[in-house]
């Protein structure tokens, strides 16, 4: 398989991973999270979550890294 197709093949997983634990884990409502409303307008910035989520990738290239 070509190294495209590897790399595609990684963030499809990826992807899902990260699609799994919003859905399941209610992941974007963390506490932590920025959310400001004001009359009809809403500002949410999922702060904690970037956070988390950003751990999360990192260990996951951390482990494909060191695996290929």
């Known amino acids: 398989m070509s ?3 590897k790399l595609l093949m990684i963030l499809g ?3 899902f991973v990260v699609g799994f634990l919003i859905y ?3 992941l974007g409502k ?3 999270d920025i959310v ?3 009359g009809n307008t809403t500002f949410y910035f999922p702060i ?3 956070i ?3 751990i999360i990738l990192s260990l996951i290239f951390f482990f494909v890294g ?3």
């Open 3 to 5: 190294g495209i197709g």
């Open 13 to 15: 997983a990826v992807v």
């Open 24 to 26: 399941f884990f209610k």
């Open 30 to 32: 963390l506490p932590g």
């Open 36 to 38: 400001i409303k004001k």
């Open 48 to 50: 904690v979550t970037s």
């Open 52 to 54: 988390l989520v950003s």
């Open 66 to 68: 060191r695996w290929k």
